[in-house]
């Protein structure tokens, strides 16, 4: 599986960005994805999930996120979404997208170290 994380750039306080996250090669029956995002000298924290694959689309948030952010799937283009709205100097990071097998659970979907699969990585600055 290959993912590949596109659309950062810089913005303004109160601006809005579209994150794309590109899925291509082998596909799963059970899946689900997720953006995570670090910031320079912090840990990798969780942003948003979403069920890829196998069932439905439940969708989990950070709740420093929540009613800002909305992630997507996009079936046509096999890709992962995410819409940041008003957005704030403390969401500037590099934004990743991630891929596990199995079914999106309540429990562990905000676990990084649980994904198998990583994009690259976006970077996303928001000035004051």
């Known amino acids: 599986v290959q993912l590949q994380a596109f659309g950062g750039g810089l913005v303004q306080a109160g601006d809005s960005l579209r994150l794309s996250c590109a899925v291509s090669g082998r596909t799963f029956s059970r899946s689900h994805m997720a953006w995570f995002r670090q910031a320079p000298g912090k840990e990798r924290r969780f942003v948003a999930a979403i069920a890829w694959s196998g069932s439905g689309s439940s969708t989990y948030y950070a709740d420093s996120v929540k009613g800002r952010f909305s992630i997507s799937k996009d079936n046509a283009n096999n890709m992962m979404l995410l819409q940041m709205n008003s957005l704030k100097p403390e969401d500037t990071a590099l934004y990743y997208c991630?891929?596990?097998?199995?079914?999106?659970?309540?429990?562990?979907?905000?676990?990084?170290?649980?994904?198998?699969?990583w994009g690259q990585g976006t970077q996303v600055t928001v000035s004051s």
């Open positions: 991630a891929l596990d097998l199995g079914l999106l659970d309540s429990r562990t979907y905000y676990n990084w170290k649980k994904y198998a699969y």
